[in-house]
């Protein structure tokens, strides 16, 4: 409850710093041991091939071996490079347009009526196969190769948006509209000053889904025959030539898997830097 | 009190909630005139109708029949000019504002000119004792700091009169009592009319000038005291035999009223 006396930041800081680092830190390790255990374990005690799964060791030294191009690692990053930059126009307009979405839904009843099922009823295609789709279409039209994987993209981060997003707008208790009523305060004052800000903390939770969801979206648009960059395409390699270099898929995974949580990481920074209203944990 | 024209006029109003089938009365047939700078409570037990009549007046939602006239003009007008300032029971304060901007907002939506924002949130910050919580987030303050503060955004734009439905009905006996001496303080320096919604029979007398006593199923007004406390009151106040005979005339007032009641049904 809110009854507590107020206490000044500085107290509350305390519980961050060095200590709370290394706690975090510590976790992280043992979580990781514990997998790493569990990995290597059942490999032993099922006796499974390293092409179903390598030895952990073995994807590390994948990320070292050499390749024509540099070495492996390297490769990788400049192909988790290229599908950040797919992922993140993706992400950028996914996420306008599914917040222009929100906020149109919110305010005329009708257009959320008619078209918020449709909204829901394109996430239930599989985006698998209409990928293909989109790519050689785009291809067709003649536009750029990374074009057709943002819109991929974009197709996947615009619903969390729309979603969250309608939910924070209407989010507002009735006596925060009242007393809007009370100053007769205009319909564009309420969205600005009540609906708008108080949507903040949603928008933010639909883009940590989103940040990854895009990243998801462009990987699938590179995998299609045809796309020559991309970490998607290092994964279809990977799968290809599993049986000769087992530790090579799961590199191009976790590489994947780090963009992902990349992204997420810069949403959740960036959420911290501006919703600064809420109560600390 | 003040000067004797009505600033709020209630006439033969009623309240009727929804259709023909199933329909509450909330209010039947009231009548109340309050004069400019009076304290006025409303008193009763849940039902009787005193939230629904403060939002009549405050064009927050509307009569189904009789008339309102505050400050010469019908609710919905009054509320467009801006004559009243409201404060809920919870204190309705924005948490992505700080106490400061919170008081502001008022200012902001009314378009006042933005050079008076700062010192007119100062004055009233000083008013209600949180000078020094301008930059803090309502999550940060008490629940007793967090309606000082709604107070203060109600008072912001300086309207002729506040509206406070049931203000300290969340807060512990401690810091209600410490709330209405501040209450008080701000009647007496600000001069406002002040139409009160409680449930606190002791709260009610304490604070107000005159008393008027609901009664439920239908909501009626049932009578209304005139209190003659001594003004300032004090903590002593409270102590005094008078305030303990008219706590006793209201008390019994809802008793007689509730029994009468009974009997109907029986």
Redesign the interface.
């Known amino acids: ?7 000044p930041h500085g107290v509350r800081r305390q519980g961050r710093g060095m200590g709370r680092w290394l706690r975090l830190l510590a976790g992280y390790l043992v979580v990781f041991g514990l997998v790493a255990l569990i990995w290597e374990g059942s490999k032993a005690v099922f006796e499974l091939p390293d092409y179903k799964l390598p030895h952990l060791a073995q994807i590390v030294e994948a990320f070292g071996r050499p390749t024509p191009k540099g070495p492996t690692w390297l490769v990788l990053l400049q192909d988790a490079g290229y599908t950040a930059f797919e992922a993140l126009v993706g992400f950028t307009l996914g996420s306008v347009t599914g917040f222009l979405m929100a906020v149109l839904f919110q305010r005329y009843l009708p257009l959320r009526r008619g078209f918020l099922p449709y909204v829901i009823a394109s996430q239930t295609v599989p985006i698998i196969a209409l990928a293909p789709m989109i790519v050689v279409g785009m291809g067709w039209l003649g536009a750029p190769p990374w074009l057709s994987k943002s819109i991929i993209a974009a197709y996947l981060t615009f619903f969390p948006v729309v979603i969250n997003v309608l939910r924070g707008l209407e989010s507002v ?1 009735r ?2 509209l ?8 205009t319909d564009n ?1 309420i969205f600005r ?2 609906r708008l ?2 949507s ?1 903390p949603y928008l933010f939770t639909a883009l940590k889904i989103s940040a990854t969801a895009s990243v998801i979206g462009a990987i699938i648009g590179e995998l299609p025959v045809g796309s020559t960059r991309g970490i998607g395409v290092q994964i279809v390699v990977g799968s290809q030539y599993n049986t000769f270099n087992p530790g090579f898929l799961w590199a191009t995974i976790v590489m994947a898997a780090l963009l992902g949580m990349g992204g997420y990481a810069l949403v959740a920074l960036a959420e911290k830097r501006i ?5 600390e944990e | 009190m003040g000067g004797s024209t009505p600033i709020i006029t209630v006439d033969k109003v009623s309240k009727i909630y929804g259709n023909t089938n199933a329909s509450t009365v909330a209010l039947q047939d009231v009548s109340l005139a309050i004069a400019s700078g009076e304290f006025v409570s409303l008193v009763g037990p849940s039902g009787c109708g005193k939230s629904t009549l403060l939002r009549l007046i ?3 939602d509307k009569a189904t029949q009789g008339s309102l006239l505050v400050n010469g003009h019908a609710p919905e007008v009054a ?2 000019n ?1 004559e ?3 404060v ?1 029971q ?1 204190p ?1 304060l ?4 700080t106490v400061a901007h919170n008081v502001e ?2 200012l ?3 378009g006042r000119a933005k050079a008076d924002w700062k010192p007119r949130v100062d004055k009233m910050l000083a008013m209600v004792g949180l000078r020094d ?1 301008h930059d ?8 007793g ?2 309606q000082r503060a709604s107070i203060a955004r109600a008072l912001s734009f300086d309207p002729a009169i506040l509206l406070m439905d049931e203000p300290f009905g969340a807060l512990d006996e401690f810091t209600r009592e410490r709330m209405n001496m501040e209450l008080l303080d701000i009647w007496q320096t600000t001069h406002k009319t002040i139409l009160f919604v409680t449930h606190s029979i002791a709260e009610a007398v304490f604070l107000s000038s005159r008393i008027v006593v609901m009664t439920p199923r239908p909501g009626r007004i049932a009578t209304v005291i005139d209190i003659d406390l001594p003004s300032p009151r004090t903590f002593e106040t409270r102590e005094s035999p008078r305030f303990f005979e008219l706590t006793t005339i209201v008390r019994e007032t809802l008793k007689e009223e509730f029994v009468g009641h009974e009997s109907c049904r029986l």
């Open positions: 409850m809110h009854n507590s006396v107020s206490t208790d006596d925060a009242l007393l809007m009523r009370s100053y007769a305060a004052q000053l009540l800000p108080a903040v919703v600064k209203w809420k109560r | 405050a064009d927050l509320r467009k801006r009243y300032g409201f809920f919870s309705t924005y948490d992505w504002r907002l008022p902001e939506i009314m919580f803090h987030y309502p999550w940060q303050l008490s629940g700091m967090q």
